[in-house]
């Protein structure tokens, strides 16, 4: 079932959202060669429970061990922080993480480079916020979910790049993971149609080789299948009654 939210529901989505976006800024000044992904999820776990009425949303959600998920290089999503491992020189680490505020949760990720990367990690890093911000934009009342998804593919596709395709998108709300699913693939016009006060997490999985992923044996990181690096990016959006863009929800602005 997609819910709609109320403004007031938004505003707190939106509260939450921003928590999430000064997380993220957070973890971004600490990200250099040296530091453990452990490290950062301590400070990002730190600083979201500073805030009265805040939680990490991931900490327990199907019984998630962390904060943050951290994932490097080839790890897709869901990597789980540890003291053991520790950012290099030329590293992609995609952070993951989600705040639960006063009943609702908001949703982001980033990647970041460590230290100066090749110029083919930079590349995958523009591409994918370009998919990102294409999605984003076709997130419109009257649109559908498949606009979105097309939007995603036709940008991550045409630099020669591959979606993922088994892992999506979501609706989010007082659930992390709510109706509809968001595919980073689809066809104009399909799917879902999108109605004021519907919120989404937008998140473009981009493998610089092919589409297929694995599972490693922690039962949570997911790799790409050739090794190639893979890019996330992610934001929470609410649905205008204008037709216009959405309303980004996980920014500090
Ligand atoms: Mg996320
Ligand atoms: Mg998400």
Redesign the pocket.
Known sequence: MITIKSPREIETMAAAGRIVAETLALVASQVRPGVSTEQLDRAAEDFIRSHPGARPSFKGLYDFPATLCTSINQEVVHGIPSARRVLKVGDLLSVDVGVWLDGLHA?SAATFPVGKVSSQAERLLTVTQEALAAGVAQARSGNHVGDIGHAVQEVAEGAGYSVVRELV??GIGSAFHEDPQVPNYGKPKRGPRLMPGMTL?I?PMVNAGGADIRTLEDKWTVVTEDGSLSAHF?HTVAILDDGGPPRVLTTVD
Do not use: I, K
């Open positions: 949703d998108g979501h997490a998140e992610e």
